[in-house]
């Protein structure tokens, strides 16, 4: 192509490419084009150099390599693996916590053995379901970010950064990845379990304690180790075994997370305000505002209403996990003890978990645990653990946020099922006997269209009354 054909995009993406590549650098047209635009060369060459990786991807989405590598960083910094003498210990734990728990519910044990699981073990499994999480609000920043700085680019500039909208949204896009790789990473060195984040991060069927932080947890509670472990196996079993037995269960909580993140929006103000003052050379300002929230403002109507479901989901879920572990552990001396720990260090979260709900805007939080967990012991003992497990089978009959509020109705329909009894009729099935009885109007005009058969004349359903 004649340099006479080329356009101001294919002027300037061939600028970047040459800073991304390592090329042969920028000739003296180029850093006047630069300067022209109020931007130091050697600045914008810090910049690429820092950003090289991620355009080197050459992606439309969101490149999230470098999430991966700084996860991956923090979780193995400390060179740290797991002894034999520990993995044994915890392969015992599971093994006697399986027997416990086929004790205390219905739901079959796991296909795959439980496992002790190092922190970059931890972090290569549950990645995958951290980025599809993200991806909404990643997206929404990234894009943003593009309107932000073009909005902030002079009319007689516009031309020169035509072709950049690709470039700008791969810096967005970047640092949100790289800071939820530092978010995960710092999540490696904080959980206990594959499901003590409560949703189910964890591929399908996978229970899994991580050794390393186990000691963090039970430093001040002076409690034995083993009976520690065996609470903790006994836990993350149940979580596992649930997920497995109701397969539409992972769906639906990772639906309800995403459809709360597809209505995050940026603020834009702010945004924009960082823009006009946006260094690219430095890119610590726009890191700290993804990281501390700043970029998300305060939660719509309709994501209020998607969080209000998404705990009583998870309260849902871990109240049944810890009526279960709590039969099942019923021979621990301590067990109370340590499941007023996990439903406090669950109540609170961790700075990793806090910097998530800053990254993303959303809260893991089962804030109706207590009394969720207090419907679940009031089904266990009315009807049964099988009874309290069978709904689990399908969707439209696991309690709800009326349940939780009054488990007496829950559990007069129960025993009124394992009687034999109908269900008590409600307004929705009046309301289905109306749409079935009402009269067609196809019916009704063919009645008035046609004659009235003679008096005695047989119908369809046999002699009409004289």
Known sequence: MADEDRSPEDEFQEMLRNLLGGGA??????????????????????????????????????????????????????????????????????????????????????????AAMTRGQWVEATLPVWQELAEPVATSIADALTEALQTQTPEEMQSMIAGAGKFLRTIGGALFAAQLGSVIGRLSLEVVSGGDVGIPVMPDGAAAILPQNFDDFGRDLEIEDDQLALYLATRELAHARLFRHARWLRLHVISQVTEFARGTRVDTDALEELASRFDPSSTDELREALESGALLPQRTEAQTLALTRLENLLATIEGWVEVVTADATSRLPAADRISEAVRRRRAVGGPAEQAMASLVGLELRPRRLREAAAMWRAVTDAVGAEARDRLWDYPDLIPTADDIDDPHALVARLQAHERGEAPARDAIDDALDALLNAPQASDAGGDAAGSEPDDGAEGPEGPRPV
């Open 25 to 114: 650098g920028l000739d003296p047209e180029q850093l006047q084009q630069l300067s022209g635009m109020g931007i130091d060369p050697a600045m914008m060459q810090n910049m690429m150099r820092n950003l090289q990786g991620a355009f080197a991807a050459g992606t439309d989405g969101i490149d999230w390599s470098s999430a991966r590598t700084q996860a991956l960083h923090l979780a193995n910094k400390d060179g740290h693996g797991i002894s034999s003498g520990a993995r044994q210990d915890f392969d015992q734990a599971f093994a006697l916590a399986t027997l416990w728990l086929s004790e205390a519910t219905t739901i079959s044990d796991l296909a795959a053995p439980p």
